[in-house]
């Protein structure tokens, strides 16, 4: 009787825990509308020009009589290649406090230069130069949120990489950069993040900054957005879709290769198949043969890289190398992760693989593919002959480096 008890109980607290989230919920969703005059449908709001906001509730807890909630907004646009997913911890005397200063850091931090995007307002030129390719965007980029810090002016975090930015944007029509720096005593964070991925070389220009806050006492945050709008509409002629289902079929494959003879086989049927889904929407027939080898060679290169480095846990810097061109001639030319769209197509199905918890032996057949694999078990492989400690230096890579053998090969 006591088992069937606790089992009640447990249940009974899940049930109140799921009631009390969606209270959370729904005060969050309505001050953010007081502010956003949107309408709140099926538990998010809609705005016009086809944005939506969900939220949802993260971790909960309460210190000391304050209540602490991690509120995690939601913004999607058919003109988004990937929500925009803004995380906000939050707190107050009582929740409907804390949902208060969620929503009103939201509408600070985001919402204020989405807007600004939205009506054209005192856009920023930004002009982009990469692998003979041209864009056109304009930044718009509102007041650092701050937390704790009173005694000094703030400062446009978005000036520190301001040099940066245009290395960091490709072919998308929408980009944006997230800096969030958070320190106490001798905790810190310094990231920022580009459509959600973090960039470990822009995070690393304001290691400086932080590194003169005295946190010592107390808890000391700084957060900028910064929107970036093409001003041509999106000319990529292949959908998401086309990458994450190709991925999808490349790792089922991957797991039951055992010889070259069958990666050959497995890369000519990844080929076949999404030239034929191409062909659906290109009817230039070499065109689509040429995206459809190109678009194959992608996914089978990077996804063994990607899930090298997730589940291997070195350190990759932000930078793709293409190398064209043959013997003597090759060259390699350098450009950045976010700016290939495929790139994060690729990561986003291999994280929904990993949480399949696959088999160790696949996983392995998959990351035997990675050039940076083999390189790190040269490292150990070295370290352990030499009888001594791995130097956190040697886990380092600075990026992929990766060929396509088609003419006029465009990275999109």
Excluded at 240 to 245: A, F, G, L, S, W
Excluded at 317 to 337: A, M, N, R
Excluded at 364 to 387: C, G, L, P, W, Y
């Amino acid at each position: 009787m006591a088992f069937f008890k606790k089992n009640k109980n447990q249940q009974e607290e899940i049930e109140e825990k799921k009631d009390n989230n969606a209270a959370v919920k729904q005060a969050v969703l309505e001050k953010l509308n007081e502010k956003l005059k949107g309408t709140i449908y099926d538990d998010c709001i809609i705005l016009p020009k086809g944005y939506t906001i969900d939220v949802q509730i993260g971790r909960t807890q309460e210190a000391e009589g304050v209540k602490m909630i991690q509120i995690v907004f939601i913004v999607k646009n058919d003109d988004f290649d990937e929500p925009l997913i803004e995380p906000v911890d939050a707190q107050g005397n009582s929740e409907d406090e804390a949902a208060q200063m969620a929503a009103d850091m939201f509408f600070g931090a985001v919402w204020h230069p989405l807007d600004q995007a939205m009506s054209k307002k005192n856009p920023v030129h930004i002009s982009v130069d990469y692998l003979r390719q041209h864009y056109d965007f304009d930044m718009y980029c509102q007041s650092v949120i701050r937390i704790g810090i009173k005694e000094k002016q703030p400062v446009m975090l978005m000036n520190y990489i301001k040099t940066d930015l245009p290395k960091y944007l490709g072919s998308k029509k929408y980009y944006w950069i997230r800096v969030y720096l958070a320190k106490y005593q001798d905790k810190q964070v310094c990231e920022v993040r580009v459509n959600g991925s973090v960039c470990t070389e822009l995070s690393k220009r304001f290691q400086p900054y932080i590194d003169g806050w005295d946190a010592e006492e107390n808890f000391l945050a700084e957060k900028q957005y910064a929107i970036f709008v093409q001003r041509e509409d999106d000319q990529c002629p292949y959908k998401k879709e086309i990458v994450i289902d190709g991925a999808k079929e490349c790792i089922e494959k991957m797991v039951k290769i055992t010889n070259r003879d069958e990666y050959i086989a497995m890369s000519k049927e990844l080929e076949e198949s999404i030239t034929a889904k191409l062909s659906e929407d290109i009817t230039d027939k070499a065109q689509a043969d040429a995206l459809g080898r190109s678009i194959a060679a992608e996914i089978r290169i990077f996804i063994p890289e990607i899930l090298a480095k997730l589940t291997l846990g070195y350190t990759e810097g932000d930078s793709l190398f293409l190398l064209e061109g043959e013997g003597d001639e090759q060259q390699s030319i350098e450009f950045k992760k976010t700016q290939l769209r495929s790139y994060f197509y690729l990561q986003q199905a291999v994280l929904e693989y990993i949480s399949t918890r696959p088999e160790q032996q696949d996983v392995t057949r998959i990351v035997t593919n990675s050039v940076a694999f083999r390189e790190m078990r040269k490292v150990m492989d070295q370290a352990k002959e030499q009888n001594r400690e791995i130097n956190p230096a040697d886990l380092f890579v600075p990026g992929t480096s990766y060929k396509i053998g088609v003419d006029g090969y465009k990275v999109w």
